[in-house]
């Protein structure tokens, strides 16, 4: 299918910021329709200059206000009229990343019959009463949807494939106001139009003038929601066969949405804190069996994962459903034990040592080590224990916001954590002479291996994991090659109401050769790989990558 593109630029008064989003839109080579929804002045003025059908950018104007889903609408209407067939939606008050608009019709252009919408990425200009709001609205949108698929429903920079769209404008009811974004996507859902997310930066200049009436707008999109509940249930099956899932494309695990992270940390700190441990476990479990059974790429994930463990058993199974919803309940035994880690009910007496003098003397020495970890058992106990038992301060590679955001919570219900979590998408020479520094200072350098970066990083190792050619990143071998200090793989797993850790020694230090670094990297990381295997082996409910490991060396190998 050829994307025939254009802008609609709905503006109320909005006039301090358009010209720029307007030669944004003409560095694309679209054509810009603008919805002038009955501004005033000096805006009325500004935006009928800004008329010039010969350079591609037209202004059609209401004489009154009639919100801005009508607006949209309309410029639906003269989009289609004039043959094309699809419509960047663009606010007019310059908070969205212009810049990303390339890559948001390059998404379109992949998948040009989803609609492709911004996942708002905010600064620090946010109010924080918006933050709150919208916060409500995805809770309401993942009932209405039956899926946690959609992260955010009111951002208004957006690809729509029209025909679809105008589907749903014809047949159905849909906000005309501030409930329009939301309403929109909701009911394209319902009837099967994917929903693509791309992260987007957004700012709120301090000139942004707000169109949001509080009382009016907030009953609007409280009626919105009451007919999209309502709606849901009246038309249950197809929502439940239509809810949202991820794309087909987007098999890396950073894409894989981290659904609920945030909340959820803090609704099972919040959680621990009211109930204890035994009626939290007790608590979580509607919360787990939701994201079960909403949770489609995960659950595929999973039992792709058990027939992997079955076939290096060689058991003749099927992971059944019962399998598959254990090993959720398995990972929610995990984050109450992360909680209880951190705020310290976990106790030495609670800790089996498979190497208890080799722990002991590495956290007691004055000098630093590197620590290759996985997403195999609860790591987060052997942080927490590692620093009772003497070492200094851990710093831990993350990959994703998320963690950052963990760190930041756990600063609140723990000030004195040892933990420092220092997100790194490309290593400098700047980085490595302050890991050099804090190995100095007896740090310990804690790398979780079973990852591959989210910059996509190339260097790559595909060995044998379960039986199947799987990529290992070599990043961390080779920051552990650059610091020249001992490596150790350690894993903390759940052995009924003890945890045992595992801290053995991969090398005294790693050496890559300049002219065989590859092959040297490799021997290292087949190590890893074989030692990760033994322990899923042994436990394989306690292995908690929920997407398709093994997938990521044909994507991989397509990019290149």
């Not at 059609?60 to 289609?80: D, H």
């Not at 003749?316 to 995990?334: A, C, D, E, I, Q």
């Not at 020479?429 to 740090?443: A, F």
């Not at 350098?445 to 996509?456: C, E």
Request: proline share 5%; with cysteine; net charge positive.
């Amino acid at each position: 299918m050829t994307l025939l593109a254009c802008a609609i630029v709905p503006s109320h008064n909005h006039y301090l910021h358009i010209d720029d989003v307007i030669f944004a839109i003409q560095e694309q080579g679209l054509p810009a329709i603008i919805i002038d929804d009955g501004s005033g002045e000096p805006a009325r003025s500004h935006l009928s200059k800004l008329h010039s059908p010969e350079n591609g950018v037209t202004v059609r104007r209401f004489e009154k206000n009639m919100g801005k889903g009508r607006a949209v609408t309309e410029g639906f209407r003269q989009a289609l009229a004039a043959g094309y067939t699809h419509a960047v939606q663009i606010d007019a008050d310059g908070q969205h990343d212009i810049e990303s608009l390339a890559d948001l019709l390059k998404l379109s252009e992949s998948e040009p019959g989803a609609l492709i919408s911004g996942l708002p990425i905010y600064d620090e200009t946010i109010p924080k009463s918006r933050k709150f709001a919208r916060w409500l609205t995805h809770i309401w949108v993942w009932v209405e949807t039956l899926s946690t698929y959609i992260p955010d429903s009111m951002c208004g920079f957006r690809v729509y494939p029209l025909d679809l769209t105008m589907k749903v404008v014809r047949n159905q009811t849909v906000g005309q106001y501030m409930d329009f974004d939301t309403e929109i996507m909701v009911r394209m859902c319902w009837q099967g139009t994917p929903v693509r997310m791309m992260p987007i930066k957004v700012t709120y200049p301090k000139d942004n003038i707000s169109n949001f009436r509080l009382v009016a707008d907030n009953w609007r999109i409280t009626k919105m929601h009451t007919r999209l509940v309502l709606g849901m249930l009246r038309r249950f099956p197809t929502v439940w066969k239509n809810r949202p899932g991820p794309s087909e494309n987007s098999v890396h695990w950073a894409k894989i949405n981290e659904r609920g992270a945030t909340w959820g940390i803090k609704f099972v700190f919040a959680l621990y804190a009211v109930l204890g441990p035994n009626l939290s476990w007790y608590a979580i479990q509607p919360i787990l069996l939701y994201f079960f059974l909403t949770g489609r790429e995960q659950r595929r994930a999973s039992s792709q994962y058990w027939q992997r463990i079955y076939d290096q058993k060689k058991l003749m199974l099927t992971p059944s459903n019962w399998v598959l919803w254990l090993h959720y309940r398995s990972f929610g035994k995990m984050a109450l034990d992360k909680v209880s880690a951190w705020l310290g009910d976990v106790k030495i007496a609670d800790i089996i040592f498979d190497n208890a003098k080799e722990l002991d003397d590495k956290a007691s020495s004055k000098t630093g080590i590197v620590v290759f970890t996985s997403h195999l058992g609860n790591v987060d106990v052997c942080r927490a224990l590692a620093e009772k038992r003497g070492a200094n301060k851990i710093t831990v590679f993350a990959h994703t916001k998320n963690a950052m955001r963990f760190n930041k919570l756990l600063s609140v219900y723990n000030p004195a954590s040892a933990v420092d979590v220092m997100e790194v998408e490309d290593i400098g020479p700047g980085t490595l002479i302050d890991l050099q520094e804090r190995l100095e200072r007896g740090d310990w350098i804690v790398i979780a291996g079973d990852r591959i970066p989210v910059n996509g990083d190339k260097r790559l190792a595909i060995v044998d994991f379960l039986g199947s050619p799987a990529p290992f990143s070599q990043g961390p071998v080779i920051i552990a090659s650059l610091l020249k200090c001992p490596v150790y793989i350690m894993n903390c797993v759940r052995e009924d109401a003890k945890f045992r850790i595992y801290f053995d020694k991969l090398a005294d230090r790693i050496v890559l050769p300049r002219r065989s670094r590859d092959a040297a990297a490799e021997k290292y990381i087949k190590e890893y790989a074989r030692t990760l295997e033994e322990k899923c082996l042994q436990y394989p409910d306690q292995w908690y990558n929920f997407y398709d490991f093994w997938a990521e060396q044909k994507v991989t190998k397509d990019n290149d």
